[in-house]
């Protein structure tokens, strides 16, 4: 069947086109709704050429600031170029700079600066969408497969969510699955053209993010096995895919010095990853980021693992049904992700696979799959197909837009990590006299600090504690707040205040003025001998003087690329 033909015949294609242009559409509903997170915050300073140093030797001289103050490191500024940018990125090579570039672009557009950082990602996730159709179209050859594909990929609600997110992770989905097409393409049409094309793609790619390099990996793994049956013509194949994967990492080379010049940094930005999670945690957190492919409802918890039964369904389907090729390729582009990042944390320890940011093309696998088998399912001869493959569409459909309009409803998610509750911490601030805000240069101080202050009122004071401690708190008659408080500056707060956790996070306290001596606790405090900073310093993610040990060799590697 043409596509000419599946486009008049099938009344589905009027609803998975709505679909299409309503998750389209979505990606673009205002942008700057939810709450800024601790990531979003960097992504702002490096787009636009401030270094870590630069902002912290602001924000911890011990002179009291305003929210204002701090937002300043969040929008362009004249002093600050495109040079500053460069150098900026430079000092996190882990991050390939591709995104930032273009958000910073797109800065020079918008008048409202989170507005152009999030509208670059929306953006560029639309690209998305075609891509998604063209590969699957290369695989599976069947229009309905690569239709359905294209709804799912508009209405998955992780998709939406890293669409509205000012990071690097919706244009490097897009690439990624635009490179693998191109391959799928050259490989069928063997034009010079269609080679160089795809070599670019795969520069893109890297450019977008560093864990690129997997994905080229699982195409040079299924040129060697397709081809091995074509003896006459695989010799050149082999040749044009290594020439043409040669020509995408010639375009790379400028950032792959950046990155091996760098490499010294790694271990002290990515120290977080170590970690240690217990397994039963980490794979409930796997069976949530598979289910919430296609559906995410918050309080739903747990639940959402019963979409694992369903979902084993489709996928044994396919294994069981689709041709060679296609199975061959999306396995391996799943186990490329799910291998290199789920086995050292279970095996080694760790937390990466907490993260579904870093497992998206692996994912893109998984939907690809269903895709095809609810496709083919569609008017298959087995009525039982049938009945399973209809319902099963609407139902998945279904619920990625429901789950997509409850994203476009809320003010906070998931994705924002442990900044999720920001919002309301700013609130509670807001809502009292004279606040002022004690912060130390944490792991997460500085990032969850300037996220806090997009909600702050301006009459709030932040005051960040000093590296030599030459500077006292000033107005200690304040409302005092305290972020990630040091041993010292807690013993200093503990003299005339008890410190209790803000909404049950672990990164915010309030210090409440202690009973006079002989009276009792007041009812909800902690004990005077409680640290709240123990919780802290086990949950921090990599503070400036953790001294934590060295990591296991084997997987440097990927603590590297992520």
């Given amino acids: 069947m043409t596509t000419r033909t599946f486009l008049r015949a099938s009344p589905l294609m009027v609803i998975v086109g709505l679909i299409i242009l309503a998750g389209s559409l979505a990606r673009l509903y205002e942008v700057d709704r939810m709450v800024v997170w601790h990531d979003e915050v960097f992504t702002a300073v490096r787009a636009f050429g401030y270094e870590r140093t630069q902002v912290e030797e602001v924000v911890f001289s011990g002179r009291p600031l305003s929210p204002a103050d701090l937002l300043l490191f969040q929008r362009p500024s004249s002093e600050r170029g495109w040079g500053d940018t460069w150098t900026a990125l430079m000092e996190?090579?882990?991050?390939?700079?591709?995104?930032?570039?273009?958000?910073?672009?797109?800065?020079?557009?918008?008048?409202?600066p989170l507005v152009a950082l999030r509208g670059?990602?929306?953006?560029?996730?639309?690209?998305?969408?075609?891509?998604?159709?063209?590969?699957?179209r290369e695989l599976f050859e069947n229009p309905r497969a690569a239709w359905i594909a294209a709804a799912l990929a508009a209405c998955s609600p992780l998709h939406l969510l890293y669409a509205q997110e000012a990071r690097e992770y919706a244009l490097w989905t897009a690439a990624v699955t635009a490179s693998s097409a191109a391959l799928l393409w050259a490989l069928r049409r063997r034009r010079l053209g269609d080679w160089s094309l795809y070599g670019a793609l795969v520069?893109?790619?890297?450019?977008?993010?560093?864990?690129?390099?997997?994905?080229?990996?699982?195409?040079?793994?299924?040129?060697?096995?397709t081809t091995r049956r074509e003896a006459e013509s695989r010799r050149g194949l082999v040749r044009a895919w290594a020439a043409a994967t040669a020509f995408g990492m010639l375009l790379f080379s400028p950032w792959l010095l950046v990155v091996i010049e760098g490499s010294h940094r790694v271990e002290r930005v990515t120290a977080w990853m170590e970690r240690s999670i217990p397994v039963?945690?980490?794979?409930?957190?796997?069976?949530?980021?598979?289910?919430r492919i296609f559906t995410d409802y918050p309080a739903a918890g747990p639940i959402l693992l019963l979409g694992l039964l369903p979902l084993a369904w489709l996928v044994w389907r396919f294994c069981r049904d689709a041709p060679a090729k296609p199975r061959l390729f999306l396995c391996l582009l799943f186990a490329a992700f799910a291998a290199p990042v789920l086995l050292p944390d279970l095996i080694l320890g760790g937390s990466r696979s907490l993260h579904p940011r870093y497992l998206l093309p692996g994912f893109l696998a998984v939907e690809l799959a269903v895709a095809y088998?609810?496709?083919?399912?569609?008017?298959?001869?087995?009525?039982?197909?049938?009945?399973?493959?209809?319902?099963?569409?609407?139902?998945?459909?279904?619920?990625?837009?429901?789950?997509g309009l409850l994203i476009l409803d809320a003010q906070t998610w998931w994705t924002k990590n442990f900044s999720a509750r920001n919002r309301e911490v700013a609130q509670l601030i807001n809502a009292v006299d004279r606040p002022l805000i004690l912060v130390t240069n944490s792991g997460v101080g500085l990032g969850e600090i300037i996220s806090l202050s997009y909600e702050l009122k301006n009459g709030a004071v932040v005051w960040g504690e000093p590296w030599d401690s030459s500077a006292?708190?000033?107005?200690?008659?304040?409302?005092?707040?305290?972020?990630?408080?040091?041993?010292?500056?807690?013993?200093?707060?503990k003299r005339g205040h008890t410190l209790n956790p803000l909404l049950?996070?672990?990164?915010?306290?309030?210090?409440?003025?202690?009973?006079?001596?002989?009276?009792?606790?007041?009812?909800?405090?902690?004990?005077?001998?409680?640290?709240?900073?123990e919780d802290f310093n086990a949950r921090s993610m990599a503070s400036h003087d953790s001294g934590a040990p060295e990591p296991p060799r084997i997987i440097f590697l990927m603590r590297y690329l992520i």
């Fill in 92 to 112: 996190h090579p882990e991050h390939s700079p591709l995104y930032y570039l273009a958000a910073r672009l797109a800065s020079a557009l918008v008048q409202e």
């Fill in 120 to 136: 670059t990602s929306a953006l560029l996730s639309l690209l998305l969408i075609p891509a998604v159709f063209w590969l699957a």
């Fill in 203 to 225: 520069a893109i790619g890297l450019y977008s993010h560093l864990l690129s390099i997997l994905v080229v990996a699982v195409h040079g793994a299924y040129v060697l096995v």
């Fill in 280 to 291: 039963q945690r980490l794979l409930e957190e796997w069976g949530m980021h598979l289910v």
């Fill in 373 to 403: 088998v609810l496709a083919t399912g569609w008017d298959a001869p087995s009525v039982g197909r049938r009945l399973a493959a209809r319902p099963g569409l609407a139902l998945v459909l279904g619920s990625g837009v429901l789950s």
């Fill in 472 to 493: 006292a708190p000033p107005n200690k008659q304040s409302s005092l707040f305290a972020l990630t408080p040091s041993a010292e500056l807690q013993t200093e707060l």
């Fill in 504 to 533: 049950d996070t672990w990164q915010w306290f309030r210090a409440v003025p202690a009973d006079p001596p002989g009276e009792k606790t007041g009812a909800g405090q902690p004990p005077a001998e409680s640290n709240p900073g």
